[in-house]
């Protein structure tokens, strides 16, 4: 193998590029489960849209609406939306 310079220098820059979009990427996921938790608090309710409809995380504090001797249904209590609980407690 024998690359230019110029290859091996730019490679390098995308793999520093890769780290803080790595990086960026947690820190936003961080900030997204931190808000999901302050939700549940009341705080940022203004935030539950975003996590409902985009993110597809609903309310842990779902109400449940019936077993059909399979699946528990349950409600969504920040959107209204309906569907199964998972083995997790996760509303889908
Ligand atoms: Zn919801």
Redesign the pocket.
């Known amino acids: 193998m024998n690359h230019p310079s110029g290859f091996e220098r730019s490679l390098g820059c995308d793999m520093i590029y890769f780290d803080i979009f790595v990086i960026n990427l947690l820190v936003a996921m961080g900030l997204c489960l931190v808000g999901y938790g302050l939700a549940h608090l009341g705080l940022f309710s203004f935030m ?1 849209p975003f ?2 409809n985009i993110m597809k995380w ?2 842990r504090n779902y109400e449940e609406t019936g077993f059909d001797g399979c699946s528990v249904h349950a409600k ?1 209590k ?4 309906e569907g199964l609980i998972d083995s997790q407690g996760n ?1 889908f």
């Open positions: 539950r996590f409902c609903h309310s969504c920040w959107c209204g939306y509303l």
